[in-house]
């Protein structure tokens, strides 16, 4: 039997169906048999090159919302197609010379002495392991600190700091937030009981200037000082987001561990990566038994290639100089969009990092249906800042698409002032 052509969802149901979605639809069976919410405005996706996103339906869209790498890079296609051929999967038992290629580009690229890398197969994995190695370090340790309302990943570490609480019974850590306009309350809860601090240079919603070169020094300094682990979550601004090859870059700080996320697998394999000094880890880990702390297909040669591949790429396609242009046509086409009295309160880009906070989260729903009328994608609403709408281009993603996204969203803000006028 043929498939029933897709139908896209319907707005007027409170989950996103649609009284038109049938059992063939993708849409449908996906929300009907998948645990994860899905976006009522995602398309089903056929294809995907840079920002440009074909649907199952046919319909073109330009994606905002996975804040990636980018798919469909020649070269680091190429370098896939090439690794796969070889072998893609492995036991963790054996080594590959793609894993040796990207430990060593790793090393280069994050500052001395973070030399030591642990590859996984997500973020959250990635920024789960570097709390585990926190608990390894301070047993007796029970705190980890962080900044409310900000993405810790899918895992049951990062949901309890987004929540501000544990999400099940006697979890190791206890995450305690502070609010992202209180950064002195952050120093002020440090302590030798703090086994850990998870921050990020910059996120939707808290822009990099936020927190000043001073308040960066004294975090570093406090945290030697009671011995607790300062990680530096990178996963969204590194590599490159910001316009640096890494955020800390900007920092004037070193921290204990960078965690990585997906923009490393090239929005092709899934990949993340928690870098720590030698130090650091043989505190915890050195001669015990590697399997302690392992991930099942993490490392793989795969994986590992494309690290390799994307690291290469920063350098030969200057990405983080590319994400400085994006920065500039941000603020060229939505210089003025912010208005303390209008729907946009606050507007934001660091590098391609681009935000807005709109006035409630009712008017922030509203900037995202306007923009999927638009067929620009952006991320659904977070918990943690439901006001708050990201725009991220992916990495590679060609600078006459970047800068048509943000002329939507231009489009797309003029129409909550002006709820009548015919969209553009």
């Known amino acids: 039997m043929p498939d029933v052509p897709q139908t896209r969802p319907t707005h007027d149901d409170p989950n996103g169906w649609s009284t038109h979605m049938t059992p063939r639809d993708p849409a449908a069976v996906i929300r009907r048999h998948q645990t994860t919410p899905q976006s009522a405005q995602a398309p089903v996706v056929a294809g995907l090159s840079g920002a440009r996103l074909t649907a199952a339906d046919g319909s073109e869209w330009l994606d905002a919302a996975t804040g990636g790498f980018g798919s469909g890079h020649p070269a680091v296609l190429a370098t896939l197609r090439e690794q796969a051929q070889r072998v893609a999967l492995s036991s963790r038992i054996l080594l590959s010379r793609p894993l040796a290629r990207a430990v060593q580009a790793l090393s280069d690229f994050v500052p001395d002495p973070l030399t030591v890398s642990y590859l996984c197969n997500s973020g959250a994995e990635a920024l789960d392991s570097a709390l585990k ?3 390894g370090l301070h047993p007796a340790r029970r705190r980890v600190l962080g900044i409310a309302g900000e993405d ?9 700091l987004a929540l501000d609480g ?4 006697a979890l190791p850590l206890q995450p305690y937030t502070v609010p992202a306009t209180e950064p002195n309350a952050l120093l002020s809860k440090l302590g030798p009981e703090v086994a850990a601090v998870v921050i990020a240079p910059a ?9 000043s070169a001073h308040w960066w020094r004294a975090l570093r300094r406090q945290c030697t000082q009671d011995d607790i682990l300062l990680i530096l979550d990178e996963r969204l601004t590194g590599p490159a987001r910001l316009g640096h090859g890494l955020g800390s870059e900007a920092l004037g700080i070193v921290p204990d561990v960078v965690v990585l996320g997906e923009s490393l697998g090239a929005d092709a394999v899934p990949v993340g990566v928690m870098v720590t000094s030698r130090a650091t880890y043989d505190r915890v880990y050195a001669g015990r038994n590697p399997s302690l702390h392992g ?3 993490g490392a793989n040669p795969l994986s590992a290639a494309a690290v ?5 790429a920063l350098d030969d396609d200057d990405l983080a100089g590319r994400q400085q242009h994006a920065e500039i046509a941000a603020r060229d086409v939505l210089e003025g969009v912010a208005d303390p009295a209008g729907p946009v309160r606050e507007f934001c880009a660091d590098g391609s990092l681009v ?3 709109l006035a409630d989260a009712g008017l922030a729903d509203a900037l995202r ?5 638009r067929r620009v994608l952006v991320r659904p609403a977070s918990d943690g800042a439901p006001d708050v709408v990201p725009v991220l281009p992916p990495l590679t993603a060609d600078p006459a698409d970047v800068r048509e996204i943000f002329r939507a969203v231009r489009s797309a803000t003029d129409q909550l002032r002006s709820p009548v006028e015919v969209l553009a």
């Open 133 to 135: 190695l926190a608990k």
């Open 152 to 160: 810790f990943g899918s895992l049951t570490h990062g949901q309890g």
């Open 166 to 169: 544990s999400p099940v019974p």
């Open 203 to 211: 996120a939707p919603g808290r822009p990099l200037a936020r927190l």
């Open 295 to 297: 991930s099942t297909f």
């Open 308 to 312: 390799g591949a994307v690291l290469r």
């Open 355 to 357: 935000w807005l906070r």
């Open 369 to 373: 249906a306007a923009l999927a009328e």
